[in-house]
């Protein structure tokens, strides 16, 4: 368990630079997962750019690791855009953490994903459809919301 943690530190120290590298806020890690949000405190007009560039980034940062058997890490990626409410609330260990639809839809985006892949909501494609590329869009069931289409983030379009 201890070499878990150990290389969970590894990988999570690797996307906090990466947070900082591209202006993001790191919200929190669960387990396994690591929240990150473009556009707050302070707004940011090209928050899906931003954050695109970001998860390739994490999807190629995450190949120089490796499981204690050898066997390369993959992980799950999910992207939403939209409106959030984001504060802060109780008395105790204080967290500035992010509530709302835009929130559940991300989860479901990542856990619904492909490993080694990048899932992208609609309204986040909308943002992105002219600067990188995406294979075909499917159908994903979101808990309370019925189908929404997602998009499988491939990588940057290449111009000229």
Known sequence: MSELVT???QIFSTFDDLTEKHGLEKIKTIGDSYMA????PEPCA????VVAAMA???RDAVNQFRRDTGEPIQLRIGINSGAV???VIGMKKFVYDLWGDTVNVVHRMETQGYA???QVSEATYLHLQDS????EPTDVAIKGKGLMRAYLLLGRKHNG
């Open 132 to 135: 990188f590329q995406f294979a």
């Open 46 to 49: 090209d928050h899906a750019l």
């Open 85 to 87: 409410v984001a504060g």
């Open 37 to 40: 949000v473009c556009g707050l």
């Open 116 to 118: 080694g892949q990048i």
């Open 7 to 9: 290389l969970l530190n």
């Open 56 to 58: 390739l980034e994490m």
